[in-house]
């Protein structure tokens, strides 16, 4: 008994199908659009990085970030002490200023 499916070049191969006919193109009118190169959404550290907010916006949306689980936990008073201390620290961060100072030069040199 033989099988219909044989090895390449064997007699018996399967004939080629041609490619004209077939379903026909149909349009839906809708354009073709390529997405905005900008990211939707970027994190504090890509916008500062960017120059789009400056070294207090970065230490105040990342202080709030921080704290923000404290807020019923804690008086106002207390939650605004830690905040400060808190911003004090990420103002002395050399890792940071280091940052900034690349993103300062950058900004210069164009």
């Not at 149909?26 to 970027?42: M, Q, Y």
């Not at 200023?97 to 030069?105: D, M, P, R, S, T």
């Amino acid at each position: 008994m033989t099988s219909g499916i044989q090895g390449p070049g064997k007699p018996g191969a399967p004939a080629s199908v041609p490619l004209t006919g077939g379903a026909t193109p149909v349009s839906t009118g809708a354009t073709f659009a390529v997405p905005s190169a900008e990211p939707a959404s970027s994190t504090p550290i890509e916008q500062l990085r960017a120059g789009a907010i400056t070294l207090d916006q970065y230490i105040d949306q990342k202080v709030g970030e921080a704290t923000a689980h404290f807020a019923n936990a804690l008086s106002p008073a207390d939650l605004q002490s830690l905040r400060d201390e808190l911003a004090d620290h990420l103002r002395q961060d050399p890792d940071l200023a280091a940052l900034v100072k690349g993103v300062e030069i950058g900004r210069n040199e164009q």
